[in-house]
């Protein structure tokens, strides 16, 4: 019988699609996925602040610092103080970061073909709906209408 826990099934997709991804990716262009988010994202606002990347991507002030500092070391951006505050850094792509996001948009559309492969339109267009509306929904206040032991049944929902 198929596994039906919701939560526990998308934090182990998760997990499988970002360590088989970060191994792919590092074999063939040597960044990792939070590299190549980043590389898109910069790519799309290039100039950006360092906040900006952050809320982009969804990491948090102290992941966004390191990751920067690696990319910048890599040579795949560069950062230049922000002449409005000099306190802050605006984020540039370089040739060679965009030479690997160029090059890795091809293994991204092969990637979502893969995930793809095996289900109708209709049925994608379901899973998008859903990957959608539950990224809405934790992007809200999703977790605030939620008891201290789970839902508001007395905490004897299903598990995880």
């Not at 088989?20 to 799309?44: C, E, H, K, N, P």
């Not at 991507?57 to 992941?63: F, P, V, Y």
């Not at 040739?95 to 339109?121: C, K, Q, T």
Request: charged share 25%; proline share 2%; aromatic share 8%.
């Amino acid at each position: 019988m198929d596994d039906k826990r919701l939560f526990y099934l998308i934090h182990r997709v998760h997990g499988k699609l970002i360590h088989g991804l970060d191994q792919f990716l590092w074999d063939r262009l040597q960044v990792t996925s939070a590299q190549l988010m980043a590389l898109f994202y910069i790519r799309d606002h290039d100039g950006c602040l360092l906040k900006d990347l952050g809320e982009g991507i969804q990491l948090k002030s102290s992941g966004i610092t390191g990751l920067v500092r690696r990319m910048e070391k890599n040579g795949l951006i560069s950062r230049k103080t922000c002449p409005h505050d000099g306190r802050g850094f605006r984020i540039y792509i370089s040739p060679e970061g965009e030479r690997i996001a160029s090059g890795a948009m091809p293994m991204v559309a092969a990637l979502n073909g893969m995930i793809h492969e095996g289900f109708s339109v209709e049925e994608m267009e379901t899973v998008f709906r859903f990957l959608n509306t539950l990224l809405e929904r934790v992007s809200g206040d999703l977790f605030s209408g939620l008891g201290q032991g789970g839902q508001d049944n007395g905490g004897s929902g299903p598990a995880a």
